[in-house]
């Protein structure tokens, strides 16, 4: 069961964090889906009791197990920062001064400056 999406689909370009309400969505369909799954289980525990009773009992551990996993996971809490993409571009890398270029002269002085005599 997917539902269509309301308004333009957008891609995630970013390394940014889902939304806290699509967070909280994840979660609570991860809950549902492990209490369903717990559901299933108890109810073959019931039909298999006089049946196939180390089925039944293997059921019946899962049925009591599931719901401790299922609120620990549901409550981990916000899934961490995904890893910086590797597709970032390069930055171009400066070009080197020559030697020479490394001398500078020194400005001239101005109209109200006294000239200095370094040497």
Request: charged content about 25%.
């Amino acid at each position: 069961m997917r539902r269509r999406q309301q308004g333009p689909e957008v891609f995630r370009i970013t390394g940014a964090r889902r939304g806290l309400a699509e967070d909280v969505q994840g979660r609570e369909r991860r809950y549902v889906i492990s209490m369903l799954v717990r559901t299933v289980s108890v109810i073959l525990t019931v039909l298999l009791w006089d049946v196939q009773r180390p089925l039944a009992v293997a059921t019946l551990v899962l049925g009591i197990t599931l719901p401790y996993i299922a609120v620990v996971i549901a409550n981990a809490g916000r899934e961490r920062s995904p890893a910086i993409p590797s597709s970032f571009a390069a930055v171009p890398a400066r070009p080197m001064l020559d030697a020479a270029d490394d001398r500078v002269e020194p400005a001239p002085p101005g109209p109200n400056e006294t000239p200095r005599n370094d040497g």
